[in-house]
């Protein structure tokens, strides 16, 4: 059953009630909020998942709720729970949703060690998965709303989840997140497309969530062999080029913008070692979309 | 439904559980488990003592895999910074470096170490060292956690210990003990008795040897006055327990111990809640031992009141009746066992004020604390 076939009634009882099940394919989430913003918002951007009710089981249960203490009569604030604990600090209630997203990202990220783990967009075509591992800045979001709306499969936005055994990038399907001038972008350039209202002066500044293709959520459970890393770079005005990068400081870069590399010790490291020579590896400086995106495709093509 | 989440994870924790479990059983397990930070304990006793015929659906697997690996890397870190920390305070002591509960467990290679997670690294010092100490874990990043002034003259003058040192970039947490409960309480041991209760280790320091290991477990969730931790804090008891009962020296020396520093009473609660929450029988031959009276009548009833409850998982799917009066009594009882009446007086006025702050500020204090505990642990 998908989302969008539930009555409205049903969801939103389902929802309040804690008995609403997300179903990413590589995990199930229990989801509830007491926010209509955070409920609204969910109907939306999940609208092709697949969800269960009363489902036996999810990997994580999760919330977003008003707080308990006396503070909310001053400020309306937000707090996300995971299974009923507090694990971070309340944000202002207009960021309610963006914390249930940031909350969903940080229970993988610290808990799902079963994966190595990439701060990383993931992208696929013609059966080649891309990762574009990134620092905040880089425009990868925006890239990866381009490619993912211009016939690319979306694995992820933020996390490239790797399969040490079968050596394989798993899809953890999930809203892009557009931050600050890249939601007028992309709301120019898609205009069809679903994107959440925006949340003004978070920590990661303006934000606003795209709705995944409908294609890429019904093929969140095929996995997709690696094929390049590239390490994108928006230079305001300057023309697209693409540098050959040495697996020595990809290696480095990867590490970098690790989750849990720490944690799978040798195995990753030699995992990483021996996938590395078969992958192209680039950096790509870029402002024109287009240009790096048609590149890129020349690439999995070829 | 409720108490069977309990009884799955108690049988699993004990190695009694035997029988395949319904995907919401594995559910609730994993919520419980985790909820009390034994989830990296279930996963290794499921995985690692392979000792069980368990169905284990891969998507259960997933999270005991996630929870070992955890726990390896935790461990690792413990180890090293155990041996760091000693590299740079041996020079000061007179005496071995004695490293305490969670930590001891893992230099120890104790059972109780199996999935076991923590966030400070307790140490034990002989009191005249601990200046020497002080200053040089201060000159290797270690520094106070806390500014605030009553804090400070609280551990000065009372405490078993100094305030907590955090290392200012690692974030490690150690607690440098010299005694093993506070010297307020009144009820202090002589030290020299844990002193000389020690093993070698492989890192180069000592630890309590498995006798003494649960006799200082015991006093300290008996002399606790609060107990978020005490349902992991039984299991470690269980399997310290395990260690021991083989022994007949070490059951020997365990009741001399406890009958010379003056906690039999201790042992015995031990022996009454693993038996009581954990399912797990300790035989006569070892009761026997206890040279006085055990407890009984009202006094034994209000204790099975309060152990009963809070030492039971503490989680929404685990149905504890009265657990909040249970929790309160403990609570008295605990600060009652630490400090005398008019320094406990103050002691809680002055930490009531601080929790309405808090109820008011919404945490902004220590909020900085909990992430990298969070960080660091998960």
Redesign the interface.
Known sequence: MLLSELADTQYLDAVKKSELNIEFGLI?VNVSSSFSQVTKTIAELYRDYKVSLNS????F?ISVER?S???RFIRR?AVFKL???I????LPSAHAYPLFEWGMNWCVA?????YLIFHAAVLEKNGKAVVFPAPPGSGKSTLCASLALSGWRLLSDEMAVLDIESGRVLPFVRPICLKNNSISLVKDWFPETFISDVATDTQKGDVAHVRPPSDSVRRCNEDAELFAVVFPKFVAGSPTEVFSMTQISTLNMLIENAF?F????HQGFEFISSKLPNLLLLEATYSNVDELRNILESEVNN | MSLCVQKILTGILTGNHSGSLSTSQWRDLILVARAHSLLPRVASMLLIDADNNFHIPPKVHAHLVASIRHETLFHNQVKNEVKFVNTKISGALNRKLIVLKGAGYVVANSSAAKGRIFSDIDLLVLKDDIPKVERALHLFGFVSDTDSEYDQKYYREWAHEIPPLRHFQRGTVLDVHHNIIPVVSGRAPDIDFFLSSTIETEYGVEVLRPAAMFLHSAIHLFFSEEFTNGFRDLSDLSLLLDEIVDDDDEVNYLFELAYNTGFENEVFLAFRYLERVFHKQVSADITQNFKLPIPEGFKLALNDFIFGKVLAANHRLVNVKFRGIAEWLAFVRGHLLKMPFNILVKHTASKLWRSIVKSVTGDVENNHHVQQKDVKEQ
Do not use: T, V
């Not at chain 1, 610290?110 to 079963?114: A, L, T």
């Open positions: 199930s036996d089981w999810f990997d249960n707080p203490n006396f503070r604030q299974d009923g604990h694990p971070f600090k309340p610290n808990f799902y060690h079963k849990n720490d944690l799978f010790g």
